[in-house]
């Protein structure tokens, strides 16, 4: 699967960007979808994910009750709603489709394609 990210930008702390996702290909829901980021300096670090129909997400402990995954396998396409945020949330951001079978074996290395990544900067 190929995918695309796009919505990035500029903004204040305290505001919200969505990133969007695009996928080809008719095998979306078959993938669980997640998104990494990458600060300038810093090692990729995981996000946030979603299973494969969305009844279930996992995020990291500091954007909970920020950032919110979801999911439209209509329309082959992973959206990440960043509320709430902060310099430190400065970084590009990546989705990437998992072929993990389980959730329960979902891990980094599960994560098998990747998109272009689009850059969020959070000004203080």
């Known amino acids: 699967v190929q995918l695309q990210a796009s919505g990035g930008g500029l903004v204040q702390a305290g505001g919200s960007l969505r990133l969007s996702c695009l996928a080809s290909g008719r095998t979306f829901s078959r993938y669980v979808m997640g998104w990494f980021r990458q600060a300038p300096g810093k090692e990729r670090e995981f996000v946030t994910a979603?299973?494969?129909?969305?009844?279930?997400?996992y995020y990291r402990d500091s954007v909970k009750g920020r950032f919110t995954i979801s999911r439209d396998n209509a329309k082959n396409t992973v959206y990440l709603q960043m509320n709430s945020l902060k310099p430190e949330d400065t970084a590009v951001y990546y989705c990437?489709?998992?072929?993990?079978?389980?959730?329960?074996?979902?891990?980094?290395?599960?994560?098998?394609?990747w998109g272009q990544g689009t850059l969020v900067t959070v000004s203080s």
């Open positions: 990437a489709a998992s072929q993990a079978i389980s959730w329960s074996l979902v891990t980094d290395s599960t994560f098998v394609s």
């Open positions: 979603i299973s494969w129909r969305g009844a279930s997400t």
